[in-house]
């Protein structure tokens, strides 16, 4: 007979230990694009997924059934309320939290003489409060240890002038990542992984001139994004507060 180990080894074409075996992670936002590729990366390597969506429930279940049936679990995480619905509920399921994968965001483009107070609200209560507070949630749960990894941009390393709002919640992360870092040690790590470009869905303008520009010529893909998450949540405690760019160099440029 075939166990679960070994149908996940063969599916994840390795054949190698599972670096992450028995391990719970919570992903945010894994019912589509990054969230979705991390998930599945996660439970290829043994990882027993907490899948968290917002408003996708549809897209959330086609990602659970790819993560071995993983379950989901709902949430706004625009209220701090019910973030900790969302983490009491994975600890009652699991029993525990090892690691916390946070990829939860939104992403607008405005003209920053045009942004509004709303415009400025929607992205940074994701982008920013709901990053600290899962954050929170989790340090609060590995007083055995545990691995958080922030996503944050190379919004957060280079100016993009219409999206300032933007640019500015994710900087926000990458200074909350290394802030926590050391607040959370010894036994937490805090790291984050910054995408360059990462296109899904109808092919953009304002897209194809940035991959124009990265020195790989070419754009980056959600499984990349993965290989970086997975390394921070298995590698040693000795690095943390660490923003990790996958963007094919452009941040360099």
Request: proline share 4%.
């Amino acid at each position: 007979m075939v166990g679960v180990g070994e149908l996940d080894q063969k599916a994840s074409g390795t054949g190698q230990h599972m670096r992450l075996q028995g391990k719970v992670v919570l992903v945010t936002g894994a019912a589509k694009r990054i969230g979705r590729g991390i998930a599945i990366r996660l439970a290829q390597e043994g990882a027993r997924v907490a899948i968290h969506y917002g408003t996708s429930e549809a897209e959330a279940r086609a990602t659970a059934a790819e993560c071995r049936d993983a379950p989901l679990f709902q949430a706004n995480l625009e209220s701090v309320t019910e973030i900790e619905r969302l983490f009491a509920q994975v600890e009652a399921h699991f029993g525990r939290i090892d690691g916390l994968v946070n990829n939860a965001a939104r992403f607008t483009r405005i003209d920053p003489l045009k942004v509004t107070e709303a415009d400025w609200d929607f992205l940074h209560s994701v982008n920013l409060k709901a990053t600290f507070f899962c954050c929170q949630q989790a340090g609060r749960r590995m007083q055995h240890g545990g691995r958080i990894v922030n996503i944050s941009s190379l919004g957060a390393l280079r100016a993009w002038p219409e999206h300032a709002h933007y640019c500015a919640s994710k900087a926000g992360v990458a200074m909350l990542t290394r802030a926590l870092a050391q607040a959370f040690a010894p036994k937490i790590t805090v790291n984050s992984v910054a995408p360059g470009v990462i296109p899904f869905g109808a092919p953009d303008e304002r897209i194809e001139r940035l991959i124009a520009k990265t020195p790989a010529q070419r754009p980056g893909t959600a499984e990349e994004i993965a290989d970086a998450v997975l390394y921070f949540l298995t590698a040693s405690d000795f690095v943390t507060g660490q923003i990790l760019a996958v963007d094919g160099g452009l941040s360099q440029r």
